[in-house]
């Protein structure tokens, strides 16, 4: 059971650089959504989708992009790397938005220099 | 605002002793109280979970007390061993209601359980 799959565990970019966070589920969850970590501030959200084709905002979705193309993937793109962005960036899934169990992938470590 | 204030921001207990992480809540609309662990190089995963149709919730050595009135919740970590050093985040959300509702998490409390 893969679960919830994150890529690339590490990255290191530079100010101004642009890449893609991939992420993708295999129990066929509705709800996927992405969450920055940083010291002292929790668990932010940045972007969350509904089902594919659906997305909308979180309280911190500033210089990040998101599409939902299919059930399974949920990619997030850095347009414009900052320092500001770097951070541990965690995708997570449900079965339904709220009141049900979140899943989380093991996280990708980003640094903007 | 923050939705869920929690504290203490860090927790040292030693083994044996028993953890306690508090969770404050504003918006009554939030019915389901569930709270996470996670341990270094990890995603967080769901530890335990409440509804407020019931004050106390048990399992293991993990309970959450609910109070409805003042709008907390709080975790207690009974006989704490050195393995259950980790973050803990409490978080909130509406169970019915739009599908479109999120659950909001508190900025979590790191426990270090000594030998």
């Known amino acids: 059971n893969a679960g919830v799959t994150q890529t690339p565990k590490f990255q290191v970019l530079k100010t101004g650089q642009s890449m893609t966070l991939q992420c993708a589920q295999d129990?066929?969850?509705?709800?996927m959504s992405w969450y920055r970590q940083d010291p002292g501030m929790g668990l932010r959200l940045i972007h969350y989708s509904v089902g594919a084709g659906i997305t909308d905002q979180g309280e911190v979705p500033n210089g990040y992009n998101v599409s939902r193309s299919t059930t399974e993937d949920f990619p997030l793109r850095l347009l414009s790397a900052a320092p500001s962005q770097t951070s541990v960036y965690f995708c997570?899934?449900?079965?339904?938005?709220?009141?049900?169990?979140?899943?989380f992938g093991e996280g990708s470590r980003l640094t903007v220099l | 605002q923050q939705q869920v204030k929690q504290s203490p921001q860090s927790l040292i207990v030693q083994k044996g002793g028993i953890s306690i992480i508090n969770c404050a809540y504003e918006?009554?609309?939030?019915?389901?109280f569930p709270w996470y662990q996670q341990f270094p190089g990890k995603g967080p995963a769901l530890l335990i979970a409440i509804r407020p149709d019931v004050s106390e919730k048990k399992e293991g050595r993990f309970t959450i007390s609910f109070n409805k009135s003042a709008k907390q919740f709080s975790l207690h970590i009974m006989d704490s061993q050195p393995g259950d050093s980790a973050t803990y985040f409490c978080a909130a959300s509406p169970d019915r209601g739009s599908t479109l509702g999120r659950l909001y998490f508190g900025r979590g409390t790191q426990l270090t359980v000594w030998p």
């Open positions: 918006n009554t609309a939030f019915d389901y």
């Open positions: 129990m066929n969850h509705e709800y």
């Open positions: 997570a899934s449900s079965r339904r938005p709220i009141g049900g169990e979140l899943f």
